[in-house]
């Protein structure tokens, strides 16, 4: 047991003799996995929780910036826990000082400070890499923020008669009266001195000897860039007041009826596309806000940039954004205004989260299920999972909307108290589905004939059928939207005379293949015999590995891989539709504006054929597209991931909505290698709980999400030895703690991660199952008090990833 010594504070004091009655702990975004003890010098203080700080850090002493993440008094409670005996030994001899304050005040509350602490435990990540990760980089940098030196009287107004006789300065009269007429008799009234300057058509001088004597005071006030202009460019129909429909109204008297509890809660919102979901969270909203709560509402990053952010606007006033199309002084100026209270209502990405809304009341996260929601580096949050979090700290509501659950939340819908299940099962305005045709992809003329290097073959994107179907809309002056699903990785093996495709023995599912080089798929290329010698293929289930055979096993002949790629799919466009005006958007070359304008100039009519990623797939509403073409549908299939299924199904689901929105008929091309694939069968029937059954059955029997949990250990390193031996290491540790500990649950690897080696980094990992989260808790605690693994290599954990690459 450690025991606190009152003595060595004051042996400090003594030694160094300025005075420091305060300690706190600071959390270092770049610092060791802990926080820190420093003495805070009498003249700095007081010091709140979420505030920053500088202070020597390191042997060096290098100035590095914190977050005070606790105080403790010189004379603590003594059932304050400190670290260990010999913590407190270093602490009487090494504890130093803050150096200074950054913050005027807590950039996180104490709710947040909270919400902060259960990430970095969950998420195994530094608390102050968390802290830091929860502020937009724009707040810190205070981007945007002018500070204007002004001006005002420090003196009583009745004196002034007689100071302004005693000046002998015209100037100085001048600009005395002038502040008098302004009433500027503080620091809220100061003119800025720019202002003054011009009006007494002076020069700084008389100023300062007002200053010096002192009749005015010279103060500092900080101006923000003003409230963002939301990108126009889609304009919306502005509304009459929605009547909503039966299931609508069944659902907010549920929501009201959760939101007048004043306890947490969750509700999964299960609507198909354009049954009034987004309607039914603005009127849940105007709930809260009459209660006197806030709300926040996440949606997907590339959802934002649509419509559906400008109903948001015109239905509330007091509003902040938050998303990656803000410039940095529009980003911090929207945080500053929902810390000052001016917005009761925040729309982000998931970032929002962190919004420093005082009293959150309800939390909506839209598309649920949308991957895009987790972080891919550290903090690894889960941006629904924390939102649930947040909503049980603030005893708020949240509602998670889909029209495509996860089957998480569809499980915890089944297994927790707290969560409800509200469906909404039709369209509003009755609008047919649009057609949906399959393609078969595995159909000549797949491989063109036109060689183009020995074992390589070019191949079509566009079918025969999506081609044809592509000249008529053209024809008519519509719009088409052709998607590629994410860039890389969509590799496929199968036999082109038999169609025979790799399938795993134990788990009856298409197996993916996997160069042991990170496979450039932007070549777009057809690779055959031989060239496949050098990859394996990996099952996305039970993770088992079987070599590529050369031949295929049925029939004999040479076994082929295609990838496929934006780049060759929009070559091709431009080869078989010269005349037509195409763009390409994907997630990697795109951001803010550029996206922004390539949206307008769709909507205006000066793009035919917009072709991209996914994010195409979202939110978007335009009436003049027509036809819809998912280049491969199957491209999500054969990404090694035990979650590909439910992608493919997600993504057909969410297209086929997104289609026909007007009295313009539209239709859907689903090219696939799989037209078999049950993932695609169901969503061309529209059938989710066919689907989830299915895919549930394989889940259970491979013990994974949503009924065992997951995390995972990636490794990289530029030296092969060396990441072996961490990985050795790391998986010894482990052992000795599930030894120790008896914690139930799978350990697999070291092994290759999918995509072994990014950047000259190679890359490794460890997997663990368990079934309960508790299970991984309890690991990773016993992993961080072991501290770094030797030799050392780059490790980043991620607690329940959403894809294992
Ligand atoms: P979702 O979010 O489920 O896709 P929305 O809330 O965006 O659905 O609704 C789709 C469209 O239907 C929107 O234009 C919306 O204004 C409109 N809408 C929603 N509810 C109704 C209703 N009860 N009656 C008529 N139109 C509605
Ligand atoms: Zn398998």
């Known amino acids: 047991m450690s025991k606190y010594r009152t003595d060595s504070l004051f042996e400090i004091e003594q030694a160094d003799k300025t005075a420091c009655h305060h300690i706190i702990r600071v959390a270092f975004e770049s610092a060791a996995d802990r926080e820190f003890d420093y003495l805070v010098p009498d003249e700095i203080w007081p010091i709140q929780v979420g505030q920053r700080v500088e202070a020597p850090f390191g042997k060096k002493d290098k100035l590095q910036i914190g977050f005070c993440a606790d105080i403790t008094s010189p004379r ?53 890499q968390v802290l830091a990760a929860m502020v937009p980089g724009a707040v810190k940098k205070a981007a945007g923020v002018k500070t204007q030196r002004c001006v005002y009287l420090a003196i009583n107004s009745r004196d002034i008669e007689e100071i302004i006789k005693q000046l002998r300065g015209k100037k100085q009269k001048q600009i005395v009266n002038f502040l008098q007429g302004k009433g500027a ?60 429909n039966e299931d609508q109204q069944k659902a907010l008297t549920h929501f009201k009826d959760q939101i007048e509890t004043g306890q947490f809660g969750a509700t999964l919102l299960h609507g198909v596309t354009d049954s009034g979901k987004t309607e039914l969270y603005i009127r849940a909203i105007e709930l809260v806000l009459k209660k006197g709560r806030g709300a926040i509402v996440l949606l997907p990053e590339i959802a934002l940039t649509t419509q559906t952010i400008q109903r948001f606007i015109a239905r509330f006033e007091k509003i902040a954004v938050m998303h990656s199309g803000l410039t940095a002084s529009q980003r911090n100026s929207q945080w500053q205004k929902i810390k000052a209270g001016q917005a009761s209502v925040v729309i982000g990405a998931r970032s929002a989260i962190f919004a420093p809304l005082p009293k959150p009341g309800l939390i909506v996260v839209d598309e649920e299920h949308e991957p895009s929601y987790k972080q891919d580096t550290a903090p690894r949050y889960h941006g629904r999972d924390v939102a649930i979090k947040r909503a049980q700290l603030a005893n708020a509501h949240c509602i998670l909307g889909s029209a495509t659950p996860s089957l998480e939340t569809l499980l915890n819908c089944k297994s927790k108290k707290y969560y409800s299940l509200v469906h909404l099962p039709r369209r509003v305005m009755d609008l047919p589905m649009p057609e949906m045709k399959l393609v078969d992809l595995r159909q000549p003329p797949l491989l063109s004939s036109d060689r183009k290097t020995r074992g390589q073959k070019g191949i079509n994107l566009i079918s025969e059928p999506l081609a044809e179907r592509l000249k008529e809309v053209l024809a008519k002056k519509e719009q088409a939207i052709l998607l590629l699903n994410r860039r890389g990785y969509s590799n496929f093996v199968f036999c082109p005379s038999c169609k025979h495709t790799l399938r795993c023995r134990n788990c009856d599912v298409t197996l993916t293949f996997h160069k042991s080089e990170a496979f450039d798929s932007d070549q777009m290329r057809t690779v055959t015999g031989k060239h496949l010698r050098h990859g394996f293929a990996i099952c996305h289930y039970c993770l088992s590995q079987t070599l590529v055979p050369e031949k295929c096993p049925v029939c004999g002949k040479a076994m082929a891989m295609i990838g496929l790629g934006s780049q060759r799919l929009q070559e091709e466009l431009a080869r078989k539709f010269p005349e037509a005006r195409t763009s390409r958007v994907d997630s990697d070359s795109m951001r803010g504006k550029d996206y922004y304008r390539i949206l307008r100039d769709f909507s205006d009519g000066r793009i035919n054929i917009l072709a991209g990623t996914q994010m195409l797939a979202k939110g978007l509403h335009f009436p003049n597209v027509t036809l819809v073409g998912i280049i491969s549908a199957d491209t999500s299939l054969y990404l090694p991931d035990f979650r590909a299924n439910e992608r493919t199904f997600q993504l057909i689901s969410q297209v086929a909505g997104r289609a026909g929105r007007s009295a313009k008929k539209g239709m859907v091309f689903v090219q696939t290698f799989l037209p078999d694939q049950p993932a695609i069968q169901f969503a061309l029937k529209g ?49 000795q703690i599930t030894e120790h500990d008896g914690l139930d649950m799978v350990v697999r690897g070291p092994m290759p991660a999918v995509i072994s080696r990014i950047q000259r980094f190679h890359r490794m990992q460890i997997i663990i199952q368990a079934p309960h989260a508790e299970t991984i808790q309890k690991l990773f605690t016993g992993l961080r008090a072991a501290g770094p693994v030797r030799p050392k290599v780059k490790v980043a954990i991620d607690i329940d990833p959403v894809n294992l690459l």
């Not at 006030?221 to 009459?240: D, F, R």
């Not at 009924?707 to 530029?718: E, K, N, P, S, T």
């Open 185 to 244: 008799f503080n620091k809220e009234t100061a003119l800025e001195s720019q202002e003054l300057l011009e009006a007494a058509g002076c020069t700084n001088e008389p100023i300062k000897k007002l200053a010096e004597k002192k009749i005015i005071k010279i103060t500092e006030k900080t101006i923000l860039k003003s409230l963002p202009a939301i990108p126009k460019g889609m304009a919306i129909k502005t509304e009459g007041r929605i009547i909503l």
């Open 687 to 735: 059938d989710f709980d066919g689907f989830v059954k299915e895919e549930l059955k394989h889940r259970k029997a491979c013990n994974l999400p949503p009924f065992w949990r997951l995390a995972a250990i990636v490794m990289r390193d530029r030296n092969f030895d060396k990441i072996e031996a961490a990985c050795k290491k790391m998986r010894e540790k482990i052992d």
């Open 76 to 128: 603590p409670d003594p059932s304050t826990p400190l670290r260990s005996a010999q913590d407190d030994k270093k602490r009487k001899f090494k504890l130093k000082k803050i150096s200074k304050v950054i913050d005027k005040e807590p950039l996180l509350d104490s709710e947040l400070m909270e919400l902060a602490r259960w990430i970095s435990s969950y998420y195994v990540c530094p608390l102050g």
